[in-house]
C-alpha cells in the first residue's frame, strides 16, 4: 500500500527529530557560583567531569569573589554555592538565604612578594608582624579588593595588625578589584607583596621575580564550604540536581576527587567534609 505525501512527510521529520541531538538547553546542568581561586586552580577541570561521568548532570561555573558569589546566589541566580568566607556563610545560611552548608576542604594563605624583599620579611611566620613591616616600609602591596574571601582575609589580618591599608591607597597600596590571578599578575608586574591562596599560587605561570615569603601562621587557614540556594526563597533552584552535587563532593568519592587534584606532584586542596 503506497503512502500517500503527508504521511511520508511525517514519517520523515519523526525520524530526523529521534536522530537529532538533545540541545544543551534539554541537558541535565546545574549552576553553581564559585570563588575565582577553585577556577583559576584548576580544580574544578578535575573535579566536575568526574561528577558528570557519575551522575549525568553538568556543573556550569560562574568564578567570580566570594562576595559576589554569595550575592548571586542570594538573588537566586544559581543553584549552588562554593566559597571561602565561613562566617559570611554562616550568617547566610542562618538568615535563611543557603541550606545543607558543608565544609569541604582547605588549604592556606601565603604572602608572596618580589625576591628583592625590601620590606625584609622573608621566612617570617607571623603574618600580623610581617603586615606590620610592609606597611612601615610602605612596600608595595597589591589588594583584589573585591569582597571576596580573599580580600576578607586579607582585611582581618590588617585589622588584627591595627593597620587602616586605606590610608596607603594610591600610594603603596594598591587595590585591584580583580579575581586573584589578575592581582598577581598586578603584584608581579610592579614587584609588590601579595596575600593569595596557594593553590591559585601554585597554578600561577606568570610569577616574574615573585616568590612565597610568609607562610605557616595558624590566621592564614582557608576554609572552603558548599551549600544549596534556599529552594524555599528560590523555586526556580533545581535543588535535588544541586543537592545531588552537595553531597557528591562531600561523599568519599568526591573527597578523594579533591585529594587527588595535585600540580607538579603538591596537592592544592585538604579534603575535610564531615571533620
Given at each position: 500500500m503506497a503512502l500517500n505525501r503527508g504521511a511520508w512527510t511525517g514519517m520523515v521529520l519523526a525520524s530526523t527529530l529521534l536522530a537529532a541531538?538533545?540541545?544543551?538547553?534539554?541537558?541535565?546542568?546545574?549552576?553553581?557560583?564559585?570563588?575565582?581561586?577553585?577556577?583559576?586552580?584548576?580544580?574544578?577541570?578535575?573535579?566536575?567531569?568526574?561528577?558528570?561521568?557519575?551522575?549525568?548532570?553538568?556543573?556550569?561555573?560562574?568564578?567570580?569573589?566570594?562576595?559576589?558569589?554569595l550575592d548571586m546566589g542570594r538573588r537566586g541566580d544559581c543553584d549552588v554555592v562554593f566559597v571561602h568566607n565561613r562566617n559570611?556563610?554562616?550568617?547566610?545560611?542562618?538568615?535563611?538565604?543557603?541550606?545543607?552548608?558543608?565544609?569541604?576542604?582547605?588549604?592556606?594563605?601565603?604572602?608572596?612578594?618580589?625576591k628583592s624583599d625590601p620590606a625584609r620579611v622573608a621566612g617570617m611566620k607571623d603574618v600580623v608582624a610581617a603586615l606590620t613591616k610592609i606597611s612601615e616600609a610602605k612596600a608595595p602591596f597589591a589588594s583584589r579588593g573585591d569582597?571576596?574571601?580573599?580580600?576578607?582575609?586579607?582585611?582581618?589580618?590588617?585589622?588584627?595588625?591595627?593597620?587602616?591599608?586605606?590610608?596607603?591607597?594610591?600610594?603603596?597600596?594598591?587595590?585591584?578589584?580583580?579575581?586573584?590571578g589578575a592581582t598577581l599578575n598586578t603584584a608581579a608586574g610592579m614587584n609588590a607583596y601579595a596575600l593569595t591562596d596557594r593553590g591559585t599560587w601554585l597554578s600561577f605561570?606568570?610569577?616574574?621575580?615573585?616568590?612565597?615569603v610568609v607562610e605557616g601562621d595558624k590566621r592564614m587557614f582557608n576554609q572552603y564550604g558548599i551549600?544549596?540556594?534556599?529552594?524555599?526563597?528560590?523555586?526556580?533552584?533545581?535543588?535535588?540536581?544541586?543537592?545531588?552535587?552537595v553531597n557528591w563532593v562531600v561523599s568519599a568519592d568526591?573527597?578523594?576527587?579533591?585529594?587527588?587534584?595535585?600540580?607538579?606532584?603538591?596537592q592544592l586542596f585538604f579534603p575535610n567534609a564531615g571533620k
Open positions: 541531538p538533545v540541545p544543551v538547553s534539554a541537558q541535565k546542568f546545574i549552576t553553581v557560583s564559585s570563588t575565582t581561586s577553585t577556577e583559576n586552580s584548576g580544580l574544578f577541570k578535575h573535579i566536575l567531569p568526574i561528577f558528570k561521568d557519575k551522575t549525568g548532570t553538568e556543573v556550569r561555573v560562574v568564578a567570580q569573589g566570594t562576595g559576589q558569589a559570611a556563610e554562616l550568617k547566610m545560611v542562618k538568615e535563611g538565604w543557603f541550606v545543607n552548608r558543608h565544609d569541604v576542604m582547605y588549604n592556606d594563605f601565603v604572602i608572596v612578594g618580589p569582597r571576596s574571601g580573599t580580600h576578607s582575609a586579607e582585611l582581618r589580618l590588617w585589622k588584627a595588625a591595627k593597620i587602616d591599608p586605606a590610608r596607603g591607597k594610591g600610594q603603596w597600596y594598591r587595590e585591584t578589584g580583580s579575581g586573584m605561570k606568570n610569577r616574574a621575580d615573585l616568590t612565597i551549600m544549596l540556594v534556599n529552594p524555599e526563597k528560590h523555586p526556580s533552584v533545581k535543588k535535588d540536581l544541586g543537592m545531588a552535587f568526591g573527597q578523594k576527587a579533591v585529594a587527588d587534584y595535585k600540580i607538579g606532584g603538591e
